[in-house]
């Protein structure tokens, strides 16, 4: 690891918390006012981007694994989906989540929403994570000797 840049690497390690934080507030507070998960999924894509960039790759492959990023790809897409099929088995239209509180649709309204949310945070947090991994790993054309 490079050792120069000392405020970079303090200051990205006191910005990561508060970013993940936002992602989580933006991500439960969805319905509500806006925003929701591909707001929230970019914001704590942009918290992992960061350290990499900061730290390099290797660094923040140590923290989230490839194989891990590419299950959150599926798990995101599963609650998903998953969200629709359980209303499709509870006698509804798919993604009717009235179906999740016959008594009270609107409870079912408020919970279905935060399923389906969930999922697609987690769907892009995994796919803006993927693309990083995918384009830091590359070699690159020129060497730095050669600019």
Same mark, same amino acid.
């Given at each position: 690891?490079?050792? @120069? @840049? *000392? ?7 006191? $910005?990561?918390?508060?970013? &993940?934080?936002?992602? $989580? ?18 914001? &704590? %894509? ?6 990499? +960039? +900061?730290?390099? *790759? %290797? ?9 891990? +990023?590419?299950? $959150? ?7 998903? %989906? ?10 509804? /239209?798919? *993604? ?10 609107? @409870?079912?309204? @408020?919970?279905?929403?935060? /399923?389906?949310? $969930? ?10 994570? %993927? ?10 054309? *020129? ?5």
């Amino acid at each position: 690891m490079i050792r @120069h @840049h *000392l405020i970079l690497r303090v200051v990205t390690k006191l $910005l990561i918390g508060p970013i &993940m934080l936002f992602a $989580l507030y933006v991500q439960f507070h969805g319905d509500y006012s806006p925003g929701g998960g591909f707001q929230a999924g970019v914001i &704590m %894509a942009v918290a992992f981007i960061i350290y990499g +960039v +900061v730290f390099g *790759l %290797a660094t923040v492959q140590q923290v989230l694994p490839p194989w891990l +990023v590419h299950k $959150l790809l599926a798990l995101g897409v599963i609650i998903y %989906a998953g969200t629709g099929f359980a209303s499709l088995f509870l006698g509804y /239209a798919y *993604l009717d989540y009235g179906a999740f509180s016959p008594a009270h649709p609107e @409870h079912g309204q @408020h919970w279905g929403i935060l /399923a389906v949310e $969930l999922g697609v945070g987690i769907t892009v947090t995994g796919v803006m994570v %993927a693309v990083y991994y995918a384009f830091a790993a590359r070699t690159p054309m *020129l060497s730095d000797e050669d600019w």
